[in-house]
């Protein structure tokens, strides 16, 4: 087998494994976001829960979670240029898998508030992190493609939350509900610790120039490697998240900015309260679920099939 053999299997295995925990990332990402639209109906009938709410105090509880990922989300996108996209996918993963855990345990909306805004600091930091991992591993004109499939993962972990509360809810209570939240400790924690590579590009980013060599030999990525003269510049040009604040990033990053707002605000909002609103129209908790389901499925729907197939000339070699 030569070189050239080599390095294309060690880069389709790369790609696949960090799509792969990229994809299963945000999967559970979703799912923590929408299984509380899946409960509130339940936190505002039963006071036994987490005492009386209102709708106003449930509608605060929903938003903690979304403030959260906001503010994990910036904090990450500066932080994970200095400390490595490896490093900050993990600590994402345990972090907010240990506040979906901890959630579970609240006993009341004080401590379920601030747990809601904890693990979404997490949430938003694999947000922040597995779109920059994945463009950083997948061939350039497949970057678009894997983007689509990893980022469908949030409606797809809307339609897990869906389908598990529809099945599960009257077995397990929300409590267990959230407690699935917690299982990527179990399984998607060691498959990164053992398989997500530190990403070359962001090696070389930093001026680490011999050890953005080996791991892209290591793991079948293309570098272009800057002469010796020209290897003490990189560490200091912009890079990452940093560049977004220079006049030529600043426009664009203000105009999708406000688009993805404006996008967020309907698809949580629904999220959060369709069940309750078609509880409230005199739909059954199951049919009312239901539509819930239905709404996170066309979103993954919508997201992948304008990127389907990648190629017209070979849809089955993903990797290439």
Not at 61 to 71: E, F, K, W
Not at 148 to 167: E, F, K, N, R, T
Not at 245 to 266: H, I, N, Q, V
């Amino acid at each position: 087998m030569n070189t050239s053999t080599i390095s294309h299997s060690n880069a389709a295995s790369t790609v696949r494994w960090v799509v792969a925990i990229a994809a299963i990332s945000l999967i559970f990402d979703g799912y923590d976001l929408v299984v509380f639209g899946t409960i509130v109906s339940t936190l505002l009938s039963d006071p036994s829960q987490l005492g009386q709410l209102d709708e106003a105090t449930a509608g605060l509880l929903g938003s903690y979670a979304l403030l959260g990922v906001m503010v994990g989300a910036l904090a990450t996108g500066a932080i994970g240029d200095y400390i490595g996209r490896r490093k900050t996918m993990i600590t994402g993963i345990i972090w907010f898998s240990v506040g979906m855990g901890l959630t579970a345990l609240a006993a009341d909306t004080l401590w379920f508030g601030i747990l809601r805004f904890a693990t979404g600091m997490g949430v938003g930091a694999l947000v922040a992190t597995a779109g920059a991992v994945v463009a950083e591993f997948a061939p350039k004109h497949r970057r678009n493609y894997y983007n689509a499939i990893v980022y469908s993962g949030v409606p797809a972990g809307g339609v897990l939350a869906s389908l598990l509360a529809m099945v599960l809810s009257e077995a397990i209570g929300w409590r267990g509900l959230f407690l699935i939240g917690a299982l990527p400790l179990l399984f998607l924690l060691p498959m990164a610790w053992s398989k997500l590579p530190e990403s070359p590009q962001w090696l070389l980013s930093r001026g680490r120039v011999d050890e953005a060599r080996e791991q892209a030999a290591r793991t079948g990525v293309q570098l272009d490697v800057p002469g010796e003269a020209e290897a003490g510049q990189v560490k200091a040009e912009r890079a990452g998240f940093a560049a977004l604040a220079t006049k030529r990033y600043a426009l664009p990053t203000a105009l999708l900015g406000m688009m993805s707002f404006a996008g967020l605000l309907l698809t949580y909002g629904l999220n959060t309260w369709m069940p309750e609103i078609m509880q409230q129209a005199g739909y059954g908790k199951s049919h009312s679920l239901l539509f819930l389901l239905v709404l996170n499925l066309a979103a993954v729907f919508g997201g992948c099939w304008p990127r389907w197939p990648p190629t017209a000339s070979a849809p089955s070699k993903l990797w290439r």
